[in-house]
């Protein structure tokens, strides 16, 4: 079938109205009214039920806008992929991220995004708060783990996996734990959360714990783990080195958390700039086959 009154079926949905979808358009309400009511003909299904006061989607009308729009933003996303190399961008690209991974990897990655656009500025903000991203004017944040604020929109960029480390002078004084229960007993180092999650053969376990050392710098946490303060839990890619050179050793390994994913969060899809936008689907392409 034919593409015709997608698109204005989409803006109804959005804006609450034909009205409000036909400025939002630029083209009248009985065009929209026309197409919606074409599109709902070829499918002999209602997808809007109309009143005298508003416009509502239909169960059916749900279900085929959800589909409908995730397919008309990656229409959009890979037209813009395509041509991104033709576009030149300008303003400012203002991007909130925390941790380590973010300043290891993604800076690096908007780095490259800002060659290719030499009339952009890029502005990262590394704070691990939880931004107004309206007020503030933050085009997208770098976030991980899990996400309440279900009214943001979210992109997968990567999954990493957690691990326990301590150093070897740590184990040599206190014993190595064979089980996450047995981190009460323990100093540990604390970064968001003193609540643990890991896996025990395939099911959830939360164990809470206690420590001298707090930070929410990734790089603070590992330095201290370093020092002998005790243990820290985090993301492999988070540790550098450190679990290669021999200063920090994984313990609990059959029960580090996984395909704790980090993303990419926004407001609204429908007011990403073109820099925002042109900027996502580069880390999502970027980062599409990446291991940690």
């Not at 039920?49 to 509502?56: N, S």
């Not at 300008?90 to 925390?98: C, D, I, K, M, N």
């Not at 970064?191 to 939360?206: C, I, M, R, T, V």
């Amino acid at each position: 079938m034919a593409f015709d009154g997608i698109t204005e079926f989409i803006a109804v949905a959005e804006s609450g109205g034909f009205s409000s979808a036909a400025r939002r358009l630029g083209v009248s309400t009985s065009h929209v009214s026309r197409r919606v009511a074409s599109l709902e003909a070829a499918l002999g299904s209602a997808l809007l039920a109309r009143t005298t006061r508003k416009v509502r989607l239909t169960d059916a009308g749900e279900i085929y806008y959800r589909r409908c729009s995730e397919l008309l933003h990656g229409l959009q996303e890979a037209n813009e992929q395509v041509s991104r190399e033709q576009v030149s961008l300008s303003g400012t690209l203002r991007v909130s991220a925390a941790g380590e991974f973010a300043e290891r990897y993604v800076a690096p990655a908007l780095q490259l995004f800002a060659q290719q656009h030499p009339n952009l500025s890029i502005d990262i903000d590394f704070n691990s708060r939880m931004v107004n991203f309206v007020e503030e004017g933050i085009d997208f944040s770098i976030r991980y783990g899990r996400l309440d604020d279900s009214g943001l929109v979210a992109r997968k960029l990567v999954d990493r996996s957690l691990v326990a480390v301590a150093s070897p002078e740590y184990l040599a004084q206190h014993g190595r734990p064979e089980h996450p229960r047995a981190l009460v007993g323990h100093q540990c180092i604390i970064a968001n959360s003193d609540q643990w999650q890991f896996d025990d053969k395939g099911e959830p376990l939360s164990v809470k714990v206690r420590g001298r050392w707090r930070s929410n710098s990734s790089r603070s946490l590992v330095q201290a783990c370093q020092a002998g303060l005790g243990v820290a839990y985090m993301p492999a890619s988070s540790l550098g080195e450190a679990l290669f050179d021999g200063s920090l050793e994984p313990i609990l390994e059959p029960f580090g958390a996984r395909n704790i994913t980090t993303w990419i969060v926004y407001a609204n899809r429908q007011y990403l700039s073109a820099r925002a936008r042109l900027a996502v689907t580069f880390l999502l392409e970027h980062f599409k086959d990446w291991r940690e």
